[in-house]
């Protein structure tokens, strides 16, 4: 299986209906593909909390009409990062959205650990509640966003769910940028799973971002590595080598459950 990772760069100068055609033109040019992933928030910016209420939309909205296009035109399967996502109620959401080679909605996944402690994010956002997986061809994808990569059991919740590759999709601070990495691999050792992890690149509300999106081999090994600015990743994926991972050490056989602490 054939992923691209696309590290957008986000301008605060560009607008978003300028990126959104822009990055429906980068989705096209991934024909060959199988899998193409997007970042976190990449319209408005992860950081750009001023922005969250006037640029939210429904899931029908004109994100989901740009890459729907995008996504059928290339024949590819797409995970469109995320959006702010108003929902009938008028609550606001961090909600990725995997849409078919056909340009049909197939999965959403609200995001569940929301960043910025008692503001941003945190406070303008409500959470999710489920976790998320998606059954393509040859893989069948855990999805988790940014702030997720930090909360291992909800990866472990992903597999035990049937997910064999993790799509990690965010707009991860450069700040940070040793975290990232570190996380992303150990979720993939841990997880006995191919990782993608997308980030952006550029800068959010003055936030810089981290770039250097990763996909990680079941064994914790970096198969490809992005650069700072914007870039489109390229790998392979071998189906096999998650269940054959699995096999040769079996790990997650070995899980003790409902440990309970000592008093």
Same mark, same amino acid.
């Given at each position: ?22 990055? @429906? ?44 296009? @995008? ?42 650990? /929301? ?61 940070? /940028? ?10 993939? #050792? ?32 970096? #198969? ?21 991972? /699995? ?17």
């Amino acid at each position: 299986m054939r992923a691209s990772l696309i590290q957008i760069s986000v301008d605060d100068a560009e607008s978003v209906v300028s990126r959104r055609s822009r990055v @429906a033109g980068l989705v096209r040019e991934q024909r060959g593909s199988d899998l193409v992933v997007l970042p976190e928030l990449w319209p408005v910016g992860a950081f750009a909390y001023e922005q969250f209420e006037t640029e939210a939309e429904p899931l029908d909205g004109p994100t989901f009409a740009e890459l729907s296009g @995008a996504a059928r035109d290339a024949g590819v399967w797409l995970h469109g990062g995320s959006i702010v996502e108003r929902a009938g109620d008028g609550r606001l959401y961090n909600t990725a959205m995997v849409i078919s080679p056909a340009g049909e909605l197939a999965a959403t996944y609200r995001k569940i650990h /929301r960043f910025g402690f008692d503001e941003g994010e945190a406070v303008l956002m409500s959470a999710g509640d489920s976790l998320t997986t998606v059954e393509l061809p040859e893989q069948t994808l855990g999805l988790a966003t940014c702030y997720d990569l930090r909360f291992p059991e909800l990866f472990r919740g992903l597999v035990d769910s049937g997910a064999t590759t993790l799509v990690v999709s965010a707009g991860w601070p450069e700040r940070r /940028r040793a975290h990232w990495t570190l996380l992303s691999r150990a979720r993939a #050792v841990e997880e006995q799973s191919y990782v993608l992890a997308c980030g952006t690149a550029g800068t959010h509300a003055g936030v810089r971002q981290a770039g250097h999106s990763l996909v990680v081999d079941p064994w914790g090994e970096v #198969v490809a590595e992005a650069g700072p600015g914007e870039e489109v990743l390229v790998a392979d994926l071998d189906p096999a080598k998650v269940p054959d991972t /699995r096999e040769q050490f079996p790990a997650l056989k070995d899980r003790v459950l409902g440990i309970r602490p000592s008093h």
